[in-house]
């Protein structure tokens, strides 16, 4: 579901889009890379989280 979720890793100082590896700084600007999340996804993923447990296992979509 990950692959899903997110579109990429972008570059916080130049934009540049990576596509989602275990990277986690930009190799031109050495500045962290920020996920980003596909937004159709969003609304599906906020009731699989409000509707499951209060414990850390809720966020397990989010997990790679």
């Given amino acids: 579901m990950a692959e899903k979720l997110a579109k990429g890793l972008e570059c ?3 934009k540049k889009v990576y596509p989602i590896s275990p990277v986690n700084y ?7 890379l920020n996920p980003v999340y596909n937004p159709q996804i969003g609304e599906e ?3 699989i989280i ?3 447990k209060p414990n850390l296992s809720r966020y397990k979509p989010l997990l790679p």
């Fill in 12 to 14: 916080i100082e130049c």
């Fill in 26 to 32: 930009s190799d031109c600007c050495f500045v962290p």
């Fill in 45 to 47: 993923l906020r009731g």
């Fill in 50 to 52: 409000l509707n499951n």
